[in-house]
């Protein structure tokens, strides 16, 4: 991200200007209307964080089903009858639609987020510091949208090598970029909270700490910010950010064991179920952060959008900006509609597809008692999707 961190002198440098009027927006409230934050829709807008906000959520509630069905699955595999797994294919089927949905989700947030990513880049000389922390609310849960479809979609890489690195490539892609976003916010000065001074460019606070201390040298009110409750921000800035790298490390190594368990003889049965509790464990710390970014993100719009600040008039929920994130979200549904069409409408299928479904089932019954032949995950996901 080529214009973030920004800084005035290397805006300057671009031939933008930045001005940065501590002493004006320090614990002010009367200002001008011409001073005070215009929305930005396109980018922030009460929509577009909606959409973020509502994929989050769906992501985590697809795969709290996915990992309740996985676990029955492996509590049930040495107490079925092989030939009962295939009783309730209805019920099998719908698995499958709800890990397609869950793809659809990381896909569709792996073009808004990045979208999000280069406005913002585009935007780094200009973009309020309000703005920007908005920004970095929306991209964190736009990563765990994509650590759910990492760790909870079945076989993330053996349907697909060369389309699952061009996702996992474009995933890890956003985790870097929106850590230089995190990291660039990492001042003791820059306004994490609501107030006044949160009116004024993000580039006013970015950049390394020498910096940021020399701008603020200029304003001895502003000097007061330097408190714990600023260092408090701060320190959560990183944890975040830290959580979520740890968190996609782990989804990694989701990876590593579900690929152990498929190749190594033994011990199948602990590979699986480790790599069970560990996507569990995954799940419920993105639960913890998209609970924490929603509650932040409550608390930071509605005690920053008020008329002593904010320009509440212009506030418009109908740009193009904010219809496209929905639209996409909504286009979601699409490949679902697909899956459901072609297994629940059409449930017997082609019959190439039969016969792939008796050789597998003929297969599970002659190897049910042997752990060493049984895949990660049930056959009949892939036999019968």
């Known amino acids: ?26 614990n002010t409230t009367s200002l001008r209307n011409e001073q005070k934050l215009a929305p ?26 996915i990992l309740l069905d996985d676990s029955r699955v492996l509590w049930l595999r040495k107490h079925q009858d092989p030939k009962e797994r295939y009783a309730k294919r209805y019920y099998r089927r719908l698995i499958n639609s709800a890990e397609t949905l869950l793809q659809a989700f990381s896909d569709q947030q792996l073009v808004t987020g990045l979208s999000l990513l280069a406005s913002v880049n585009h935007q780094g000389c200009h973009i309020a510091a309000y703005h920007y922390n908005l920004v970095c609310t929306m991209v964190s849960m736009s990563i765990v949208t994509h650590l759910n479809a990492l760790i909870n979609v079945a076989k993330f890489f053996p349907r697909g090598y060369l389309v699952a690195i061009y996702r996992f490539v474009a ?34 606070f970015e950049g390394s700490e020498k910096d940021s201390n020399t701008a603020f040298s200029n304003a001895a ?5 330097k408190g714990p409750s600023i260092l408090d921000e701060r320190q959560g800035s990183f944890l975040q950010f830290t959580a979520l790298s740890t968190l996609f490390a782990a989804a990694v190594g989701v990876q590593v064991l579900e690929y152990l368990a498929n ?3 033994r011990p199948r049965l602990l590979l699986r179920w480790s790599c069970l509790l560990l996507r569990i464990a995954i799940t419920a710390v993105s639960t913890g952060i998209i609970i924490y970014d929603t509650v932040q993100y409550r608390i930071l719009r509605d005690r920053m959008e008020v008329p ?26 699409i490949g679902v509609l697909t899956t459901l069409e072609e297994t629940l409408i059409k449930p017997r299928g082609t019959e190439e597809d039969n016969k792939v479904s008796q050789n597998t089932k003929v297969v599970d019954e002659v190897g049910s008692d042997s752990e060493a032949d049984e895949p990660l995950l049930e056959p009949y996901r892939d036999s019968e999707s």
């Open 308 to 333: 002593e600040w904010y320009q509440v008039e212009k506030r418009n929920d109908w740009t193009l900006g904010q219809i496209v994130p929905f639209a996409l979200l909504a286009s979601s549904s």
């Open 40 to 65: 930005n829709n396109d980018i922030t807008g009460p929509s577009v964080i909606a959409a973020f906000v509502v994929t989050a959520c769906l992501s985590l509630v697809v795969s709290s089903c």
């Open 263 to 265: 190749r190594s003889c």
């Open 221 to 225: 009110v502003v000097r007061a910010m």
């Open 1 to 26: 991200m080529g214009n973030i961190p920004s800084t005035p002198s290397s805006c300057a440098a671009r031939d933008h200007t930045v001005v940065c009027n501590y002493t004006l927006y320090y």
């Open 171 to 204: 995933m890890t892609a956003s985790l870097i970029l929106t850590g230089i976003l995190f990291w660039s916010r990492n001042t003791r000065t820059f306004p994490s909270r609501a107030g006044s001074l949160a009116i004024m460019p993000a580039a006013c």
